[in-house]
């Protein structure tokens, strides 16, 4: 069975920083390409980044790119974010997903951590 | 980047009819690029249909996909209970988008 589960959310002040981990099993993590993908509360899907199964190949939406940074060990089958310089705008709920290759559909979702940004 | 918006915001229906979602790009999405996410409250996104028209696996055969450039379309024939969520779509090119969303509601 697919599983992805992350960890590491939780309330952190503005201009701090967050590292978000996702742990993968259940399938051949070092043959997909994974994503991070957010949801403010009430509100729509905002793909946040994603990374080549090698590492290869790495893209970020502008509202995040040089605070965030994504990253992957294949020998632990974990995803990670970094995520610096926070903003209250950045709280959300925080997916991780699996594709088959960059350019493929988001095929497995985990069920998300909170981050909430507030002084 | 291409704009996906999702018409309409929220559509309210009966079990058994039928349910048409539109999505339109703002440049046009290679129909290899293209899926719908169903996510119900307190749930993950899950995967519904890619490359347009394709089923994920699992998927019932009352939903479809159609639709190519910059207009696609999902199409539930008959609504069952579990249906009602929202639906986005996707495009999942080198910089993935979702459009904002439509929601399906019991009438």
């Known amino acids: 069975e697919v599983q992805l589960v992350e960890s590491g959310g939780g309330l952190v002040q503005p201009g701090r920083s967050l590292r978000l981990s996702c742990a993968a099993s259940?399938?051949?993590?070092?043959?997909?390409?994974m994503h991070w993908v957010r949801q403010a509360p009430g509100k729509g899907l905002e793909w946040v980044s994603g990374?080549?199964?090698?590492?290869?190949?790495?893209g970020y939406a502008d509202s995040v790119k040089g605070r965030f940074t994504i990253s992957r060990d294949n020998a632990k089958n974990s995803l990670y974010l970094q995520m610096n310089s926070l903003r209250a705008e950045d709280t959300a709920l925080y997916y991780c997903?699996?594709?088959?290759?960059?350019?493929?559909?988001?095929?497995?979702w985990g069920q998300g951590t909170l981050v909430t940004v507030s002084s | 980047e291409i704009v996906l918006t999702q018409s309409p915001g929220t559509l309210s229906l009966s079990p058994g009819e039928r349910a048409t979602l539109s999505c339109r790009a703002s440049q046009s999405v290679s129909s290899s690029y293209l899926a719908w996410y169903q996510q119900k409250p307190g749930q993950a996104p899950r995967l519904l249909i890619y490359?347009?028209?394709s089923r994920a696996t699992g998927i019932p055969d009352r939903f479809s996909g159609s639709g190519s450039g910059t207009d696609f379309t999902l199409t539930i024939s008959r609504l069952e209970p579990e249906d009602f969520a929202v639906y986005y779509c996707q495009q999942y090119g080198s910089s993935p988008m979702f459009g904002q969303g439509t929601k399906v509601e019991i009438k």
């Open positions: 990374i080549s199964w090698n590492s290869g190949s790495i």
């Open positions: 259940g399938f051949t993590f070092d043959d997909y390409a």
């Open positions: 490359g347009a028209s």
């Open positions: 997903a699996s594709s088959g290759q960059v350019g493929a559909p988001f095929d497995y």
